[in-house]
Structures are given as structure tokens and as C-alpha cells.
């Protein structure tokens, strides 16, 4: 190659280029000596697209499953003062075994008539993104559970904070 063709290269590689913040520059027209059906300058097509970022994961809120509680129940799950009466813990489970598992859980603690439940997900990776965090509020919401939890809460630190669940079951009747 010969340092024209390197320069022609280059400028159709660095023509999609912009700085932070800049508008894009409009297309210039410049004479390539590349030939239409070259296989770089289809390259340099796919190059020159500007690569756009994904979003960023939603935060979670707080509260799921929030149907009124009595202010001194959400006081208290606030700030940790619960007699915890069962403990999950969910680390190193696949999705689908710890939604096995949590459903085995909740089913049995309810017929024992058991109400406050701490289930520990895991705060997750570097990110903070764990599946089982953000799929634990989400399932508590559909049958079997709905029907059998009331709320779920995030955990006071001294009990896992951002990394587990306090689950309210409903009374039985």
C-alpha cells in the first residue's frame, strides 16, 4: 500500500469521528481512488457508524408489592426491628432453582403460619445488577405468590440491605 491509499483510508475511517458534545459534521464529499466494491470500504462503513451507548439499568425502587400497611409495620421494616421468623438464602442458585426454591419457601412457611420472611439475593456483581434482586419483587407479584405475600421491602443493612428482602405473607384465614 502506498501512503495515499493510507490517507484515503484513514480519512473515510476518521470523517464519522466527532468530539464529546460536538453536532456531527456534515458528510464531505471527497474522491476515493478505492474502488466502489472494495472490501474496505465496506469496512470502513461499519466503522464509521457511531456506536450509541445502552441505557443504564433502571434503579429499584424500595417498595414492591405495596398495598397499605400499617405505619408502624412499614416503620418497622424500615428500620430493621422485625422478628424475622424464616431466612432464604438464594446465593450461587440459577434463576430457575432459586424460583423453585422460593416458592417451595414461601408455600411452606405460609401453611406454617409464618408472616415475616428474609430472603437473601445477593447485592450482584460489580454493578450491583443481580438477577435474582431485580426478579424477586417482580415474582411476588404473579401466581403462586400473590396470593400469598402481602409486601416486600428492601432489608434494613444490619439485615443485607440492597442484598435481601424482607417478604410479608398474608394472614391466613
Same mark, same amino acid.
Given at each position: 500500500?502506498?501512503?495515499v491509499?493510507?490517507?484515503d483510508i484513514w480519512g473515510l475511517y476518521a470523517k464519522g469521528v466527532k468530539r464529546m458534545g460536538?453536532?456531527?459534521p456534515l458528510p464531505l464529499q471527497t474522491k476515493s481512488a478505492? @474502488?466502489?466494491s472494495s472490501p474496505v470500504k465496506e469496512e470502513k462503513k461499519a466503522i464509521a457508524q457511531p456506536l450509541v451507548p445502552p441505557p443504564p439499568p433502571p434503579s429499584l425502587p424500595k417498595t414492591w408489592k405495596s398495598e397499605p400497611l400499617d405505619l408502624r409495620v412499614e416503620r418497622n421494616m424500615s428500620l430493621g426491628d422485625v422478628f424475622i421468623e424464616a431466612k432464604l438464602d438464594l446465593h450461587g442458585k440459577t434463576e430457575a432453582a432459586a424460583y423453585e426454591s422460593l416458592k417451595a419457601f414461601v408455600e411452606t412457611q405460609s401453611?406454617? !403460619?409464618k408472616r415475616m420472611l428474609l430472603v437473601i439475593t445477593?447485592? !450482584?456483581g460489580v454493578e450491583g445488577s443481580s438477577i435474582l434482586r431485580s426478579n424477586l419483587p417482580r415474582w411476588c407479584t404473579v @401466581? @403462586?405468590?400473590d396470593g400469598l405475600v402481602l409486601a416486600v421491602r428492601t432489608a434494613a443493612s444490619h439485615h443485607g440491605g440492597e442484598g435481601a428482602y424482607y417478604v410479608l405473607l398474608r394472614k391466613r384465614g
Open positions: 500500500m502506498s501512503s491509499d493510507d490517507q460536538e453536532q456531527e478505492l @474502488p466502489l401453611a406454617r !403460619g445477593g447485592k !450482584g @401466581p @403462586p405468590f
